[in-house]
């Protein structure tokens, strides 16, 4: 079964960190471009950073660079977000995401719910 | 970086034709055919239902059909029935190299 699980959400105080994982299986992780996506409470989907397979190709949203680094480890099948300076505005679930067809996203995790609050 | 505009809500009877625009602009929609389309249950992760513009993925409905004009997409659904309620997103590929997500329809089967 084809499946990515994210984990590493949680409560954090403005300015704090966090680190997302995700686990994928099922399929051939390394030949996929993946993504992070989230999405507000309420609200609608947000891109926020891709990674090429290789690790080589990285590019985030405008809101988030400088403070968020995305990154994978092929070897265990595993995607990483990690993210500093968080913001109010940060609080969103966040989707795990691969890009199995051409510019489409075809695999989604079930999403890990971040929440910046003091 | 700004998002794509979706209408915020369409709707239609069953077995009817209805149709989302997307409108972007010269720098992602207008310049690629790349644009993506997920639907979206409450609570639920999103699912692609077209890529590239007017691709549909294995064991999707062709009901679902997209297309392109100028700096607008659209997503078609022919003969609308119960299920298709649900939230949709457009998504297109930017010069960037970055995507943007548009603002979402709110797809009511009255």
């Known amino acids: 079964e084809v499946q990515l699980v994210e984990s590493g959400g949680g409560l954090v105080q403005p300015g704090g960190s966090l680190r997302l994982s995700c686990a994928a299986s099922?399929?051939?992780?390394?030949?996929?471009?993946m993504s992070w996506v989230r999405q507000a409470p309420g609200k609608g989907l947000e891109w926020v950073a891709k990674?090429?397979?290789?690790?080589?190709?990285?590019q985030y949203v405008d809101s988030v660079k400088g403070r968020f680094t995305i990154s994978r480890d092929n070897a265990k099948n595993s995607l990483y977000l990690q993210m500093n300076s968080l913001r109010a505005e940060d609080t969103a679930i966040y989707y795990c995401?691969?890009?199995?067809?051409?510019?489409?996203?075809?695999?989604w995790g079930q999403g890990t719910m971040v929440t910046v609050s003091s | 970086q700004s998002a794509l505009t979706q209408p915020a809500s369409v709707s239609g009877s069953p077995g009817q034709s209805i149709t989302i625009s997307c409108t972007g602009t010269s720098s992602d929609v207008g310049s690629y055919n790349l644009v993506s389309w997920y639907q979206q249950y409450p609570g639920k992760a999103p699912k692609l239902v077209i890529y590239e513009g007017s691709k549909r993925p294995s064991g999707v409905s062709n009901r679902f059909s997209g297309s392109k004009s100028g700096n607008t997409a659209s997503l078609t659904f022919s003969g609308l029935q119960a299920e298709d309620e649900a939230d949709y997103y457009c998504?297109?590929?930017?010069?960037?190299?970055?995507?943007?997500f548009g603002t979402g329809t709110k797809v009511t089967v009255l």
């Open positions: 995401a691969g890009y199995g067809v051409p510019y489409g996203i075809d695999i």
């Open positions: 998504c297109s590929y930017a010069s960037s190299g970055t995507y943007v």
């Open positions: 099922g399929f051939t992780f390394r030949t996929y471009w």
């Open positions: 990674i090429k397979q290789d690790g080589s190709e990285k």
